[in-house]
């Protein structure tokens, strides 16, 4: 089985910026999409940034476009999530999350997701 877990999450000051990172053991990532999730209190989780198994495409949701910047690290086994222009509503947590070969697209919908991370909190707020 697939084990993800999430580092990096913390409180920030709005229009900064935050990087989270996500270390995968168990399965080589190479056959994984993987990508990173969001969910407020009171919230349905959300897929916020994923990269496709082949690395060779990224899906971003709208409301982090030109702000998000997924990244995956095979040889190392690591996804990383580099935030940028923080809003108050980025409020939530992170969770990494994976499935094996998917499409960037595919893999933001939580029903694609086999494996997630125990997730990390972000907060941003002045």
């Known amino acids: 089985q697939l084990q993800l877990v999430e580092t990096g999450g913390g409180l920030v000051q709005p229009g900064g910026s935050l990087g989270l990172s996500c270390a995968a053991s168990g399965f080589s990532l190479d056959y994984y999409g993987v990508g990173w999730f969001r969910q407020a209190p009171g919230k349905e989780r959300e897929g916020v940034g994923c990269?496709?198994?082949?690395?060779?495409?990224?899906y971003y949701a709208d409301s982090v476009k030109g702000r998000f910047t997924i990244s995956r690290n095979n040889a190392k086994n690591m996804v990383y999530l580099q935030m940028n222009s923080l809003k108050p509503e980025d409020t939530a947590v992170y969770y990494c999350?994976?499935?094996?070969?998917?499409?960037?697209?595919?893999?933001?919908?939580?029903?694609?997701?086999?494996?997630w991370g125990q997730g990390t909190q972000v907060t941003v707020s002045s």
């Open positions: 999350a994976g499935s094996p070969f998917r499409t960037s697209e595919d893999m933001c919908k939580v029903k694609s997701v086999s494996s």
């Open positions: 990269i496709s198994s082949s690395g060779n495409s990224t």
